[in-house]
């Protein structure tokens, strides 16, 4: 038997970070191990909730719903065109994630994603900035709290700090505001209409035991899940800041936003604060390969001090995990060949190790992957 906590192997300086990754091809068993062993069994102990954001669609909603409702919560039901759950980006419990910079890199996270990833030129950042703080500093002076609404009316406009600047670089600060309230026009718009777009809803609050984003419904394609997983995550850091003594998985069974693309880079600028705070972001991934080396998305994997490594089904993604984690070169076989609920689980240093994921008769049940996560009103499986 092999027994291990991240955040009990952190505090004894096991690992350097309580985060984890996930790594593997379809059908080799990562989403049973996520589960259960980072959604199930956590919801059991004390001083411990989860926070999932649950993507696989059942019947017209996540499938981790119906656990949702068992633990008293209905889920956060981000959709498109209203009707749903709408996260303010600029809602004071953001602000306080992270301060007026963390706001902003959040910002601009969101509005690069609106850009189909494309970073912001240096006209365009300075832009977004002083728009930023001065739709703070109008709504604190209005008495109100700030919407994108709001921080769209700044943009393209000259601010004070702007002053002594020539003409031809106010035009080009001008211009980059216009830029940028044109990218983020599309949250206010049909397109991502619903989820950005006005107050925060009031069912948004963490719950003590499990707190579920249903982004089931937002369609694969475009940014609006990337968007919501940045935004959640960062407002989950907010709250945490306000509501500590909790340790807090937050599960991404498809959690390259966790590490890659401009919401990784917020995910990463925000490591050391969610390791303050008690929160461990947890993440699945497939193709390890298909990062570049120089990539930052793997400096990010290397930080995570749990890795379960799944069966991998090309020799480059053997390689890959390989070189990314240390392994052994003779792990290369294994790697290549696991059954399926087996995999190489790494901890920190330490050499990896052969484990077999064993789920329980109540487990099994409950996480069948064909089905939506169903419990009893007594917490079993149904």
Known sequence: MVAHDPFTAYEQGVVDSPAVVVLGGIGNGKSSLLKTVYVLRPLILRGRRVVVMDRKDQNGEGEYAEVARQFGNEPFRMVLGGGGTTINILDPVVLASAGIAGQYRLLRAVTELANDGEGLTKWERPALRAAHRATLRQAEADGITPRLEHLLAQLGRLH???????????????????????????????????????????EVRLADRLTVFDVSQLPDEGPAVSMVMAVANVWLLGTLRQQRGLRTNFVAEEGWDLVGGPGGRVFRRNS?????LGLSNIAALHHVAD?????PA???????????????????????VIRTYGLDPSSAGVLANLNTGHHLLKIGSRREIHVEHVRSTMERVITNTDSAMMLDGRGRGL
């Open 160 to 202: 004070p700090e702007f002053a002594d600047h020539s003409p031809a670089t106010k035009e080009k600060l001008h211009q980059g505001g216009v830029a940028v309230r044109h990218m983020l026009s599309a949250l206010l718009s049909d397109e991502l209409a619903g989820l950005f777009d006005g107050e925060t809803s009031p």
């Open 272 to 276: 050391k604060l969610a390791r303050g």
């Open 291 to 295: 990062i570049p080396v120089d990539d």
């Open 298 to 320: 793997i400096a990010m994997l290397k930080e995570a001090g749990t890795a379960h490594l799944f069966k991998q089904e090309r020799d480059d993604d053997v390689q890959a």
